[in-house]
């Protein structure tokens, strides 16, 4: 069973970057799915990027897309989600999630890291 660790959130201000990083634990990590969610106050958890065991395919939420980059490293257990230009909007909480099916359904993802928090001032 993967366990999941996330990192890198913080107080940036709008225009900003930050990257995230997600830690997993286990010798499985290379063939999950894994994705980043984000749940702001008050709202629903939506998805915000995926990528694919390989590396290579990827997709994004609208609100995200240009401005986000997802990655991962199998090497090191490791995936990324690179955020540039920043927006007051972006603000929540950040989830790391593994799942066997490649999906922007939350549902599909069934090991959940405990979230960093990204705060965007203006």
């Known amino acids: 069973q993967v366990q999941l660790v996330e990192s890198g959130g913080g107080l940036v201000q709008a225009g900003g970057s930050l990257r995230l990083s997600c830690a997993a634990s286990g010798r499985t990590f290379s063939s999950y799915v894994m994705a980043w969610f984000r749940q702001a106050p008050g709202k629903e958890r939506e998805f915000v990027a995926r990528i694919h065991w390989d590396g290579i395919s990827t997709n994004y939420a609208d609100s995200v897309k240009g401005r986000f980059t997802i990655s991962r490293d199998n090497a090191k257990n490791t995936v990324y989600l690179y955020m540039n230009s920043l927006k007051v909007d972006d603000t929540a909480a950040y989830y790391c999630?593994?799942?066997?099916?490649?999906?922007?359904?939350?549902?599909?993802?069934?090991?959940w890291g405990q979230g960093t928090q990204v705060t965007v001032s203006s």
């Open positions: 999630a593994a799942g066997r099916l490649s999906s922007t359904s939350r549902r599909q993802y069934g090991i």
